[in-house]
């Protein structure tokens, strides 16, 4: 059974920081590709950042700089670094894994306020 457990999520003030975890299992995860993808209220699940088995990363446009997005094959996890945080970044965050299937954890809101 195929599990992705997010952790990390929360209240966080503009120009704040987060990191967002996620620890997978049932899959061979050095193989995946794991990424982050978040859905605000009223519009479409968006790619964040991704990161394949050979370390290469993909960021949207909206979050080149900010945040980083980086992977540990020993523990099968997947962090997302977030700083300089803004209002617009509010939504839930999804972690995915995708091989020759998609993979998708329970989700973890992320709000910027002050």
């Known amino acids: 059974q195929v599990q992705l457990v997010e952790s990390g999520g929360g209240l966080v003030q503009p120009g704040g920081s987060l990191r967002l975890s996620c620890t997978a299992s049932g899959i061979t995860f050095s193989l995946n590709t794991m990424g982050w993808y978040r859905q605000a209220p009223g519009k479409q699940r968006e790619l964040v950042a991704s990161i394949n088995s050979g370390g290469r990363t993909v960021y949207a446009d909206s979050v080149k700089d900010r945040f980083t997005i980086s992977r540990d094959n020993v523990k099968s996890t997947v962090i997302l670094q977030m700083n300089s945080l803004k209002p617009e970044d509010t939504a839930v965050y999804y972690c995915?894994?995708?091989?020759?299937?998609?993979?998708w954890g329970q989700g973890t809101q992320v709000t910027v306020s002050s």
């Open positions: 995915s894994a995708r091989l020759a299937h998609d993979y």
